[in-house]
């Protein structure tokens, strides 16, 4: 150890200098109190042997200007006194100092206690280090929040929960949400919610709802089905997060066009359909495992197809809302949830105020989730459908023959494929890579999944067109054309695209082709113009898109003209 | 939360009791490793009876054991499960992927 030796007379100084050097020890010596500090700051030392009574500034007072001095670091000072009064060895450990010796001073007891000191030291200095460890690791991490915070704020795409027919609150439990709610317009105009809740909450929570929004906003921007994008969901939690990290997630998809809504809950509190009395309309159970659970190729999205009732209003939250817990103990619960929904205008001020009332005090204990999804009146809706109804309203063109082919292409899908794949979107991709035809993605989008409906409901699979009136029309058409899909086991449907140019206009020139046996087109066509409520709609709006549109005779091909530009 | 452990023959048993949550993570993996990596054990049963909480990152604790076994070979399954155990596993799914009593 360094140790400081402080004594007025020489003698004394010299004699402890030796000493000390015998034990191994390192020595530097002041010879008063104000020499003493100078030393100190200077040198160093481990330790402080501090005669007590010496001319000007004494080794007591000494003592508390070296405490001072070092503070926060603690010096240990043993007083050295040839005054062995109780007096002086209280006031010695009074003024800061560790010990006392008394002169003449003996070897072995000089060493016994500066081991005992040494012990101290060597506490204290591990002591410090964690402590500055420590110190640099909580900078460290704040620093981190403060970068991940930003990321994920950045990250998560809020705008798309404006949408006029979404209310919802998110409150995070902490710094960071474990729960995530997403929500996008598909190229067709249906509306997505995703709500989800990763394992836990906080950072590592909060990190695993990266791959959601990552994964989401692009395959609704895309026009995937519901099922598509849950398996998607599942496939990529799956591969990027460690065991047991996994999110309880539902979407809701909401068509207000074709009328009818989509839910899907894996491992979420069961969501309501409610009207607008507040009375439950509908349940959806949590029917499957959350997501990153099982692997890609075992994973199978199960939704309910429920049909779209206008003023009804779906409900989904995450557990944190019906768990929240008041100081009684008691949760909160989805009977006092329901209770809130009498009045539709109001209902998420009125959870809002229930769960603040209730809570008190108390703080929830995890993420609170909560969105209602409104099914408008029609009238309302109109605002929101596309555009395009009057923009191309000119008279249909015919579908003229040229040479004049910028490129061409055509895509066979077998039976399997029409079953398993999710054909616009995928087929879209491809096309939009062209020059000039991104920027129709949306009306293009609408075209090729009406044409393709078509061509499966009506020409593969044979459904009668009459099938889509009369009560209960809804579901009596989604369950045959469910089990007609899943019979299904030969057919296909070719898909050409081509780029023309004709006269002053570059065309999109689509062909739709099925092998079934052809159906009456122009009923179709008949059965859009009356029917409201129903499906249909889409091929009207495709004529309106469209500079032409031609049928075959048996109605089992089908081309239509779409104009990407016109040439000045 | 407690865990108390015993082997018999070639199964195991961890009953569990009090708070399972995120705290628990450090015994709870310790013990069904130590359990699943003797080699003389054949399956491993977790009874949750005397578990009075359980919340989702219990839920992917237990998905961790059930991927080790899964890997060696070895059975898993759950006994002894509360009402709320039930109810919080049903929710989720659980009874898919392990047996449960």
């Excluded at chain 1, 100084?13 to 100078?38: F, I, P």
């Excluded at chain 1, 009306?443 to 393709?452: A, D, H, R, T």
């Excluded at chain 1, 549109?549 to 109605?555: A, F, L, Q, R, V």
Aim: proline share 4%.
């Amino acid at each position: 150890m360094r140790i400081l030796a402080v004594d007025d007379t020489r003698a004394n100084l010299v004699l402890l200098q030796a000493m000390l050097k015998r034990a191994g020890h390192e020595v530097v010596t002041a010879e008063n109190g104000e020499q003493s500090l100078e030393v100190f700051e200077i040198e160093a030392p481990d330790l402080v042997l501090m005669d007590v009574m010496m001319p000007g500034m004494d080794g007591f007072e000494a003592a508390q200007r070296l405490q001072q001095m070092a503070s926060p670091r603690w010096v240990p000072i043993i007083f050295i006194s040839a005054a062995a009064t109780e007096e002086y060895y209280i006031k010695g450990h009074q003024s800061g100092g560790a010990d006392y010796l008394f002169k003449p001073i003996n070897q072995v007891i000089l060493n016994t206690k500066i081991e005992a000191i040494k012990r101290i030291v060597d506490m204290q200095n591990t002591l410090a280090n964690q402590n500055k460890v420590l110190q640099e690791y909580v900078e460290k991490d704040e620093e981190e929040r403060r970068i991940s915070r930003h990321i994920m704020e950045h990250m998560a795409e809020s705008k798309g929960l404006d949408d006029p027919l979404i209310k919802y609150m998110l409150s995070p439990a902490e710094q960071f949400s474990g729960d995530v709610l997403c929500a996008a317009r598909s190229p067709s105009n249906r509306l997505y919610l995703l709500i989800g809740d990763a394992v836990g909450h906080g950072l590592a929570a909060a990190i695993n709802t990266i791959p959601i929004s990552g994964t989401f906003y692009p395959m609704v921007y895309k026009g995937f089905e519901l099922p598509t994008i849950g398996r998607e969901l599942n496939r990529r939690i799956k591969e990027t997060m460690p065991t047991g990290c996994f999110v309880a997630c539902g979407i809701v998809m909401v068509d207000p066009m074709e009328s009818y809504v989509e839910v899907w809950n894996a491992g979420l509190p069961t969501f309501y359909c409610i009207d607008s009395f507040g009375n439950v309309m509908d349940t959806f159970e949590s029917s499957q495992l959350p997501l990153g659970v099982l692997s890609g190729s075992q994973y199978e999205v199960e939704s309910q197809i429920v049909p779209y009732m206008p003023g009804n209003q779906i409900v989904v939250f995450s557990d944190g809302l019906i768990e929240a817990e008041n100081s009684e103990q008691e949760f909160f619960g989805v009977e006092r949830l329901l209770s809130c929904l009498n009045h539709p205008e109001n209902r998420m001020d009125d959870i809002k105020h229930a769960l603040e009332e209730f809570l008190g005090d108390e703080k929830p204990h995890d993420d609170v989730t909560l969105a209602l999804i409104d099914m408008p009146f029609q009238d309302q809706i109109s605002s929101y459908a596309i555009e395009a109804r009057s923009e191309q309203a000119t008279p249909q063109a015919g579908i003229e023959e040229t040479d004049d082919i910028q490129w061409q292409t055509s895509f066979h899908m077998g039976a399997e494929e029409i079953k398993n794949l999710d054909l616009t979107p995928m087929l879209l991709s491809v096309i939009t890579q062209f020059k000039g035809v991104e920027s129709h993605n949306q009306k293009l989008f609408l075209i090729l999944s009406e044409l393709l409906n078509n061509a499966l409901d009506h020409g593969l699979l044979e459904l009668d067109s009459s099938l889509k009136t009369g009560p209960d029309a809804f579901e009596t058409y989604l369950n045959a054309r469910h089990e007609r899909l899943a019979a299904m086991t030969q057919g296909y449907i070719v898909i050409s695209a081509r780029k023309i140019r004709l006269h002053d206009e570059l065309i999109l020139r689509l062909t739709i082709e099925d092998s079934g046996k052809g159906f009456d087109h122009k009923k179709v066509l008949e059965n859009a113009g009356e029917s409201v409520q129903m499906h249909g709609r889409g091929i009207k709006l495709v004529q309106q898109l469209c500079r032409g549109m031609k049928y075959s005779e048996t109605g089992s091909s089908v081309t239509v003209d779409y104009t990407l530009d016109h040439l000045v | 939360m407690n865990i108390q452990t015993s082997i018999s023959h070639d199964q195991s048993l961890m009953r569990m009791s009090g708070r399972f949550d995120f705290n628990a993570h450090k015994v709870f993996r310790e013990t069904y490793q130590q359990l699943l990596d003797n080699s003389a054990v054949k399956s491993l049963t977790l009874d949750l009876s005397q578990v009075e909480y359980l919340d989702s990152s219990a839920l992917g604790m237990l998905l961790q054991p059930k991927e080790k076994a899964d890997a060696l070979n070895k059975v898993i399954r759950l006994q002894n499960c509360s009402q709320l155990a039930k109810d919080v596993l049903a929710i989720a799914n659980f009874d898919k992927l392990f047996d449960i009593s």
